[in-house]
Nanobody, 122 residues
Framework: QPQLVESGGGLVQPGGSLRLSCVTS????????IGWYRQAPGKEREGVSC?????????NYVDSVKGRFTISRDKAKNTVYLQMNSLKPEDTAVYYC??????????????WGQGTQVTVSS
């Protein structure tokens, strides 16, 4: 069964860092775009970052996290990471990873994880 499992969330002070992990199984990661999304209370789900199946030369970030967040992939572990630095209270949200076939991802993702809570507060 295709599956994505997020981990690494928690409580951190403003200016701190966290690294989220998305462990995938049950499908060939090379042919999928992997995206990180987040949803804060009272707000719509927002795309944060994405990386292509090759894991090199194909990354994107929403403007609000550029220069602070970095997405990467470990092919051997079938895992995608989101390194989050200089965290702000407005980064507080449930973070989800998702996988979509590169040919059809503009129509929607195929698989979603259950999410991990990130709380940035002093």
């Amino acid at each position: 069964q295709p599956q994505l499992v997020e981990s690494g969330g928690g409580l951190v002070q403003p200016g701190g860092s966290l690294r989220l992990s998305c462990v995938t199984s049950g499908f060939t990661l090379d042919y999928y775009l992997i995206g990180w999304y987040r949803q804060a209370p009272g707000k719509e789900r927002e795309g944060v970052s994405c990386i292509n199946g090759l894991g090199a030369g194909g990354t994107n970030y929403v403007d609000s996290v550029k220069g602070r967040f970095t997405i990467s992939r470990d092919k051997a572990k079938n895992t995608v990471y989101l390194q989050m630095n200089s965290l702000k209270p407005e980064d507080t949200a449930v973070y989800y990873c998702a996988a979509g076939r590169q040919a059809t991802v503009t129509r929607g993702y195929d698989y979603w994880g259950q999410g991990t809570q990130v709380t940035v507060s002093s």
